[in-house]
């Protein structure tokens, strides 16, 4: 290189770029993957790298040409995954300026001009070099026209040439030009690995660090190498002393892993103080409201990770305590946890104080702490008893239960009182021959006799006037059929042994029954959703609502609460419908 007194300062993502496959870090799929390509004599014409930005795509197309033209120290060695970094074509291509190797940023090269010269080069044999090689970074940003001329040197390319494309967006880069090349997908570099590559540099450089403070930089950096040195670079270049945690928390603008570790616990465990507390540390260092809460996501992410069973290999050693901590809370909660915070997230981009809204944030995850997860819920809830009154069955996102929700207490904290039943409650039902003395008992008669299309005309049309035994005056509503109140009484007059006579009356008279119960149901469902257990449960589980109300105590036969399937598959359209989606 250059031999001047006062070397120039080279920034690490450069001075650190890879100069051999084994430098590349946490890329080994693909070394091991090319190596056996490259020994298999398997080397395709045209490569294509792809990954996320700043993860070494560059850095990886160069080391290929390096080692497809390396000639080794000696002028005799062939291509190879490990270039030796000191014959002519390593040390040229090295410095860019090898004759035969060409990179191209399609980027600011779209037309159609740059892809005819690219293929009128082809043609002619490389110059010095063992191969004639094109790198084309950002490929996918290549003119439609472009890619035509390409595709046409691709399907019949000169053994001498090969090509090397590097893309973030693979998507956009025509299968016809993919088909044709060997596939290489980088990886983002995990935190860890990452960290400990930092640790390395900061030892060589002479740069005091916490683990921490690298491991922060190496999350933030989201598995970019280039991100990471750069971000390395600038947090050594505001201090002479040690890097600490607190030091690149401040200048990323991010809470301090320590203190989104303390947000978490504390609202984890349901102390809502010490969580505000923590989280305004954080905030009056500067650290951005959606940060944290992007950094509570991370965090339980891990924990999640880890209470599923995976292991904390990728952790760095200072944070695997606090993960296991949080990893006890197990999944279900930590899973609610999630859901809160990732729809807090959404909002807190429109809230007008971004710190309120996730103050709000963390109180609403306190409170939730020691709410009962479904599974539990589930678990302490009693099976249905004979005897249990009227409840609601919630849909929730987990899978319903089977079981009616009863009142019963389900956890020391959940309070609960037995629900108020006295206004949908019904007279005892006679199913047998008695009379009938109200318009359910009516209706019950006929279903019980199975004549259900006419118990869903009753319910739906008739309102009753008066009732005597052998006498029932009525009112009709709706699309009454003609004959029903000839049929009502035939039919009265077979069940019960005695003639009735079912007369029509002009007055008001009272709700049809299915009136009385869309009104009872109303009722019913107010009451419950109030009711502390079902108001918790709706309030725990966004998008719960009550889908169903069951009556325990109702059989099929006499129910005039439960489900109506006798009305529906009469074939009557029944408006009643206790359906609310969530
Ligand atoms: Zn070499």
């Known amino acids: 290189m250059t031999d001047t007194a006062k070397p120039a300062y080279r920034v690490l993502a450069r001075k ?3 100069d051999t496959f084994s430098e590349l870090i946490g890329q080994d799929a693909l070394v091991r993957t090319l190596g056996n390509a490259l020994s298999l004599g398997r080397l395709a014409h045209a490569f294509v790298l792809t990954g996320v930005r700043g993860i070494g795509k560059t850095s990886t197309a160069r080391l290929l040409a390096k080692g497809l033209n390396c000639i080794g120290a000696d002028g005799n060695g062939d291509a190879t995954l490990e270039p030796c970094g000191q014959c002519e074509p390593c040390k040229s291509i090295a410095a860019g300026r090898h004759v035969d190797v060409l990179e191209i940023d399609a980027a600011s090269h779209t037309g159609v001009d740059d892809a ?41 390319p000169p053994d001498a040439v090969k090509f090397i494309f590097a893309t973030t967006e693979i998507r956009k880069v025509p299968v016809t030009i993919l088909s044709r090349c060997q596939r290489y997908d980088l990886r983002r570099v995990p935190a860890a690995m990452l960290a400990g590559h930092l640790g390395m540099i900061c030892q060589r450089e002479s740069i005091a660090a916490d683990e921490d403070a690298l491991a922060a930089i190496a999350r933030a950096a989201e598995g970019s190498v280039r991100d990471a040195l750069s971000l390395l670079d600038q947090a050594a270049a505001m201090t002479a002393d040690k890097l600490t945690n607190d030091m690149v928390a401040d200048m ?24 505000l507390a923590a989280f305004n540390i954080a905030y009056s260092r500067g650290a951005e409201p959606e940060m944290l809460v992007t950094d509570l996501l991370d965090l339980i992410h891990l924990a999640s990770m880890q209470a599923a069973g995976g292991s904390d290999d ?18 279900a909660r930590l899973g609610r946890a999630w859901q809160l915070l990732l729809k ?21 995850l306190a409170h939730t702490a020691h709410m009962p997860t479904p599974g539990e819920l589930m678990q302490k809830l009693p099976k249905t008893s004979p005897s249990s009154p009227p409840s609601a069955s919630l849909a929730t996102a987990t899978p319903a239960p089977s079981t009616p929700v009863a009142s019963a207490p ?6 609960t009182a037995p629900i108020e039943t006295a206004e949908i409650a019904t007279a005892p039902i006679e199913t047998g021959a008695g009379m009938p003395s109200s318009l359910a008992e009516i209706v019950a008669l006929a279903e019980t006799n199975g004549e259900m ?25 709706g699309a009454a059929p003609d004959q029903l109140a000839g049929d009502i009484a035939r039919y009265l007059s077979q069940w019960t042994g005695q003639r009735w006579l079912v007369s029509l009356s002009e007055s008001a008279g009272s709700q049809t029954l299915a009136e009385e119960q869309r009104d009872a149901h109303e009722k019913l469902r107010d009451t419950i959703a109030i009711e502390p257990l079902v108001a918790q449960i709706l309030d725990i589980f966004p998008g719960a609502s009550i889908d169903e109300i069951k009556n325990p105590e109702a059989t099929d036969a006499a129910g005039t609460l439960v489900d109506d399937n006798g009305l529906l598959e009469a074939g009557q359209n029944n408006d009643d419908d206790e359906e609310m989606s969530g």
């Open 252 to 275: 990323l603008g991010r809470p301090g892993r320590r203190e989104s570790q303390t947000v978490l616990t504390a609202a984890l465990a349901g102390d809502a103080p010490s969580a």
């Open 344 to 364: 807090g997230h959404g909002e807190l981009g429109q809230a007008p104080n971004p710190a309120a809204a996730c103050e709000m944030l963390i109180i609403r």
């Open 314 to 331: 990728a952790l760095i050693e200072s944070e695997r305590e606090i993960i296991a901590g949080l990893a006890e809370s197990g999944i």
């Open 453 to 477: 299309l006419l118990a869903a005309r009753i319910r739906n049309h008739v309102k009753l006037v008066s009732l005597k035994p052998g006498n029932l005056q009525i009112g009709l509503v």
């Open 410 to 415: 389900v956890t020391s904290s959940v309070e």
């Open 116 to 156: 005819r010269e690219i293929i009128e080069g082809v043609g002619y044999r490389p110059v010095s070099a063992r191969y004639k090689i094109y790198i084309i970074d950002e490929v996918h940003m290549m003119s439609k026209s472009a890619f035509n001329a390409l595709l046409k040197t691709l399907e019949e």
């Open 16 to 18: 650190y770029r890879p």
